[in-house]
T-cell receptor, first 112, second 116 residues
Framework: NAGVMQNPRHLVRRRGQEARLRCSPMKGHSHVYWYRQLPEEGLKFMVYLQKENIIDESGMPKERFSAEFPKEGPSILRIQQVVRGDSAAYFC??????????FGEGSRLTVL | AQTVTQSQPEMSVQEAETVTLSCTYDTSESDYYLFWYKQPPSRQMILVIRQEAYKQQNATENRFSVNFQKAAKSFSLKISDSQLGDAAMYFCAYRFLFQGAQKLVFGQGTRLTINP
């Protein structure tokens, strides 16, 4: 049973470009969470999604950030017009609710 | 608001010795879970141990055990017989349900160094 798969593992973007991070949950998991980790900090909650629904986006910046989890395919975290402050590791976790959160290996975004 | 505090940014221990990492949290909930996650240089978040708040017995996983003091809102991690592979960032986390969503709140982390 494959774990949570995130790609790309590393992404480099210039300021103003768009970043798309993908997350495939574990088989049988229909709940996806995105977290952001800034250097030397813990993970901060961004958004919680179920298939085709955003349940809680209280941790998402109001502008430039969006997330989706379509009926088919991976969950996608999209960051438009990236700025240097967006450089971070973005982690996806999935779970069968109720249950444990299983984390992917993260996607590291570097904005030049 | 739920918060998790790890007051030790860095800790070090000699190989084969025992080390305790501290964690305190603030909540008004009665039903919640507490976790310790390990993050090695590979950056993956690895679950080390978890504790259900309703259980009085402290959780144990091989060389890892916790001291859960619910009244004091304290949740420390003890690593016995430390090994070089234990070197990592350790994050304490608190999980609760809010409006159907599992909220996981992390502490700032403690960087553990193992001295050979």
């Amino acid at each position: 049973n494959a774990g949570v798969m995130q790609n790309p593992r590393h992404l480099v973007r210039r300021r103003g470009q768009e970043a798309r991070l993908r997350c495939s949950p574990m088989k049988g998991h229909s709940h996806v969470y995105w977290y952001r980790q800034l250097p030397e900090e813990g993970l901060k909650f961004m958004v919680y999604l179920q298939k085709e629904n955003i349940i809680d986006e209280s941790g998402m910046p109001k502008e430039r950030f969006s997330a989706e989890f379509p009926k088919e395919g991976p969950s996608i975290l999209r960051i438009q017009q990236v700025v240097r402050g967006d450089s971070a590791a973005y982690f996806c976790a999935s779970s069968p609710l109720p249950g444990e959160l299983f984390f992917g290996e993260g996607s590291r975004l570097t904005v030049l | 608001a739920q918060t998790v505090t790890q007051s030790q940014p860095e800790m070090s221990v000699q190989e084969a010795e025992t080390v305790t990492l501290s964690c305190t949290y603030d909540t008004s909930e009665s039903d919640y879970y507490l976790f310790w996650y390990k993050q090695p240089p590979s950056r993956q978040m690895i679950l080390v141990i978890r504790q259900e708040a309703y259980k009085q017995q402290n959780a144990t996983e091989n060389r890892f055990s916790v001291n859960f003091q619910k009244a004091a809102k304290s949740f420390s991690l003890k690593i016995s017989d430390s090994q070089l592979g234990d070197a990592a960032m350790y994050f304490c986390a608190y999980r609760f349900l809010f409006q159907g969503a599992q909220k996981l709140v992390f502490g700032q982390g403690t960087r553990l160094t193992i001295n050979p």
